[in-house]
C-alpha cells in the first residue's frame, strides 16, 4: 500500500514533467521547431489536473531574439504574424479553446501583447527594454533596406559597410518564420514569391563563403568583431541564402529585390491573420 507521502511525491513529479513539457513546448513554437510542437500536441495527457492544455497555459519562453513574453503558444505565433504555425495549432484545438484564444487575439489587437527584450549594444553591454505591440515590426528591417538602396550609389565604402551591418542588426529581430523563408531551399526571393505555400520547410541555414559551408544562424553568436550585424547581413534574392560581408556588402540591386520580397510577406502574413481570426471564430 502506498505512503501519503509516496502520492505527493507522485504529483509533484507529474507537476515537474508537465511544467517541463509545456516549457519545451513553448520554446519549440517560439523557434519554429514545428514538428516537435506537433508531437508534443499529440503526446497522450492524463484528464486529472496534473497537467496543464498545453495550448491554454501559460509560461515564461524566450524566442531566438532574446524576448521573452508570458502568454500562450498561440498569443506568440499571432504576434510574430507565425501563420503557418497558427495553422497547425487550430487544428488542435476544441471549440472552448478556440473561443478563449480568439477573446485573447482579440485583447493583442486592442490593447498589444507586452515582452521584454535584452539588447546587445555596439560595445558589447547588454540592456533590457520592455514593449507592448500588437504585431513584430517589419519596419526597421524595411527602412534599413530602403536606405542603403538610396544611398548605395553616392556614398562610401565605408558607408555602405555601416548601412549594411544596418540591415544585418533589423535581421536579428525577425522572427523564425522569416528566417525560414530567407533560407528555405525550394525557391527564392526572385521572381518575387506569393508566399502562399501550405508548409514553410524550417530550414534556418545559410552559406558562409568566409569558411565554405552552410551554417546555422542560430542560436545568434554576437560579438564585437563577428556576428550578424557586426561584419555580415543575411541576402536570398534570386540565389542561395548567403552571408554578405561587411568588405563586400550587397548590391543596391539585390537590396531592392529583397526589399520587395520582405515588404510583401509582410503584407500576406497580415492578410493571413485575417484568417486566424475567423478559424477561431
Known amino acids: ?16 514533467a508537465s511544467k517541463l513539457s509545456l516549457s519545451h513546448f513553448l520554446h519549440c513554437v517560439a523557434r519554429g521547431e514545428q514538428e516537435e510542437a506537433e508531437r508534443l500536441l499529440n503526446i497522450p495527457v492524463q484528464k486529472n489536473g496534473n497537467y496543464e492544455n498545453l495550448l491554454l497555459a501559460q509560461e515564461t519562453f524566450t524566442d531566438y531574439s532574446d524576448r521573452t513574453f508570458v502568454c500562450t503558444a498561440y498569443e506568440y505565433a499571432y504576434w510574430a504574424k507565425d501563420t503557418h504555425m497558427c495553422r497547425m495549432l487550430e487544428q488542435y484545438m476544441d471549440k472552448d479553446t478556440k473561443s478563449d484564444l480568439l477573446k485573447r487575439c482579440k485583447s493583442i489587437e486592442r490593447d498589444g501583447l507586452k515582452y521584454s527584450q535584452q539588447i546587445t549594444q555596439v560595445d558589447g553591454t547588454k540592456r533590457v527594454e520592455q514593449y507592448c505591440t500588437k504585431h513584430f515590426d517589419f519596419t526597421p528591417l524595411k527602412t534599413a533596406l530602403e536606405q542603403y538602396i538610396q544611398g548605395f550609389a553616392h556614398w562610401s565604402w565605408d ?18 518564420h522569416v528566417i525560414n523563408e530567407y533560407c528555405r531551399p525550394d525557391r527564392t526571393f526572385y ?91
Open 1 to 16: 500500500m502506498k505512503k501519503s507521502g509516496d502520492k505527493q511525491d507522485n504529483k509533484k513529479l507529474q507537476l515537474n
Open 159 to 176: 558607408e555602405r559597410k555601416k548601412a549594411w551591418m544596418a540591415v544585418g542588426v533589423a535581421q536579428r529581430d525577425l522572427p523564425v
Open 191 to 281: 521572381p518575387l514569391p506569393l508566399f502562399d505555400e501550405d508548409k514553410l520547410p524550417r530550414v534556418i541555414t545559410y552559406y558562409d563563403h568566409h569558411i565554405r559551408s552552410d551554417v546555422s544562424l542560430y542560436p545568434l553568436v554576437i560579438s564585437d568583431s563577428s556576428g550578424l550585424g557586426v561584419d555580415f547581413a543575411l541576402i536570398r534574392g534570386r540565389f542561395r541564402p548567403v552571408a554578405v560581408r561587411a568588405r563586400r556588402c550587397g548590391s543596391a540591386l539585390r537590396a531592392a529585390c529583397e526589399l520587395a520580397a520582405i515588404s510583401h510577406l509582410d503584407e500576406v502574413r497580415t492578410t493571413d491573420l485575417k484568417q486566424s481570426v475567423e478559424n477561431l471564430g
